[in-house]
């Protein structure tokens, strides 16, 4: 279906490819791709945002048939290293077994039922993993290993009694896990979209310097989706709303994915380029903070900044950023990862951002964000620690988040608000902007059709 561009609806959209044709470097093909996908342009029953039966469904027929990212690679650099991936009532140990392979089991001992393993670790010496309550042993592979007092269970046999495996696969760094063992292998499920645009700026040679979570009073899916446009930046973020225009933005729908380009530093609001600059060098957005370059006569924000950040970043790495275009170097170039995983692109402060219901309660759910920076030439720095971010608190608490801090709490408070309407009589259904909340339609119609596929088939 040809996708409308905003321009042919007769809005007041600025074409993001003019922009883009006046940068100093262009950007790569991938920025011009349309999407393939045009979803309904309908009205959503809230009941998806509130019902405690359609939260059943999801953990029924999406959570368990759905590829999620599980952690990064990074996260398990030793051989023996696991850590424990949980979504809703199930938990995943995820283990290194070799340089380059990894496993997914169940996290239950076949004894008794216990949680195997909390939280993260690395195996011993013996290589096994051990549970606390009788002592049943597992190797990394998932087989009973050892079976104290063995007299006693005539049919138990060791080496055929495993922890029950769990799909795991990988994609550019991140570790993705399926419940179900007949799922689409996952690059079937990601498509051509995703590894082809991320070819460029592959996350694999990235490292989180920032990393947090916070439970927000609201439903996953509205937590994600004021993430997935930029329509809400000048009523929400005034401050920063003043700097980026939230006209200059594409929205792509590839299948179930999706992807927003925001340019930034485009602004038509009497603001200087110098202006520009300053603000956001200021906010610490930038690279670095420690100088702040001049617009000269007549030149742009845009590619004075794209400049600036490409020689931080080849100063903090040792690497040549300078074929990267303006975009790759500053805007914001965000990918929904269906359901709940949102990757950036390109080489500005990169974030990522992750959503998982919080157990089957419909009103809440846990948020990470995590700031991403380019790896310095032959290093492979850990990941920052996982900081939470108490109710009550900033997201400013979190080591990293300084910047960007002031802007998720405005996020947050609308989100809580957000909930607490839905469940007002006086509103039925969700209304999505046809083009700017496209990629929000795309989340709700998938999962319905996940459910949708899940109630026509077997009984659960
Ligand atoms: S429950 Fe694990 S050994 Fe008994
Ligand atoms: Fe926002």
Known sequence: MPDPTPQAAGTDMKSVPEVLAGDTVPPPPPYFDEGDTDPECRPFSKQ?????????????????????????????????DYLTYD???????????????????????????LKLVEGSGSLGDDGQFKCSF????????????????????????????RLPPVRIDRWDGWIFINFDPDAEPLADFLGDMLPRHFALWPQAERHIVSHAMRLIRCNWKAALEAFLEVYHVPATHPSAGQFASDNAAKYDVFGPHGRMHMVKFVTSKGVS?????????????????????????????????????????AARTGRDFSRFSDAEMLDTLEYHVFPNFAPWGGFGTNLVYRVRPNGFDPHTCLFEVMVTAPDPAGEK??????TIVPEDASWMVAPGMTGLGPVLDEDVANLERVQKGLQSDGYQEMRFSRYQERLIRNLHQRVDEYLAKGADGPAS
């Open 87 to 113: 979504i809703l009532d199930q938990s995943v140990i995820i283990v290194r077994t070799g340089e380059d392979e990894f496993s997914a089991f169940h996290n239950v001992c076949q004894h008794r039922g």
């Open 381 to 386: 720095p850990r990941d920052a620690d996982l």
């Open 134 to 161: 009788h002592g049943w042993c597992y190797d990394g592979g998932g087989k009973l290993r050892t079976l104290p007092r063995a007299w006693d269970f005539p049919t138990v046999e060791p080496g055929k009694v």
């Open 48 to 80: 998806s945002m509130l019902c405690p039966d359609y939260a059943r469904r999801e953990a029924a027929h999406l959570w368990r048939e759905v590829w999620q990212m599980a952690c990064r690679e990074r996260a398990l650099p030793n051989v023996g």
């Open 273 to 313: 380029e110098q202006e520009l600059v300053d603000h956001w060098i200021g906010m610490g957005l930038a690279a670095a903070s420690d100088s702040i370059p001049r617009v000269p006569e007549g030149g742009r924000a845009r590619g004075v900044l794209a400049d600036y950040q490409r020689q931080q970043y």
